[in-house]
């Protein structure tokens, strides 16, 4: 089966992240998300983040860093998430396709809100947070 190539953004601020609603009418609709999109024909993942965080966000990414590449099959669709924290940006994050969005913070990111190839997001992300507090 081939794969869809998705750039997604942590949207990270202090120990929160900013996600988004996703419509009841699209793929995995009703769940949060972490916000980004498909990747086109001969972009880069970064890209493809940058122009996709504007579109759906407004806002410009200004510093972001790999996390995490996933691979996950739906059973009716494949993903390849190209996951990257974003830290510097300049905007506030909004839902500027009307989509609700919120910050919430990174403990209380739970696996059910989310669709399921966004659980080795949140696991990298909590993971990330235990070694940054570990070495406080």
């Known amino acids: 089966m081939r794969y ?10 202090d120990t929160q992240t900013y996600v988004c609603l996703r419509p009841e009418d699209k793929h995995q609709g009703g769940k949060w998300e972490f916000p980004g999109g ?4 001969d972009e880069a993942p970064e890209a493809a983040l940058v ?36 830290t510097g940006f300049t905007g ?4 500027a396709e009307g989509q609700p969005g919120k910050w919430l913070a990174l403990d209380a990111l ?7 190839a ?10 990330d ?6 070495n406080a």
Not at 65 to 82: M, T
Not at 118 to 127: E, F, K, P, Y
């Open 51 to 86: 122009r996709e965080l504007q579109e759906e966000v407004a806002i410009t990414t200004t510093f972001c860093e790999p996390l995490i590449l996933i691979e996950h099959d739906y059973g009716d669709k494949c993903v390849r998430l190209h996951v990257f924290t974003v």
């Open 118 to 127: 966004n659980r080795d997001i949140i696991d990298a992300l909590l993971l």
């Open 38 to 41: 498909k990747v086109e024909a």
């Open 4 to 13: 869809i190539d998705v750039a997604v953004g942590v949207i990270l601020r």
């Open 129 to 134: 947070e235990r070694i940054k507090n570990d």
């Open 92 to 95: 506030e994050p909004t839902g």
């Open 110 to 116: 739970h696996y059910d809100d989310f669709p399921a």
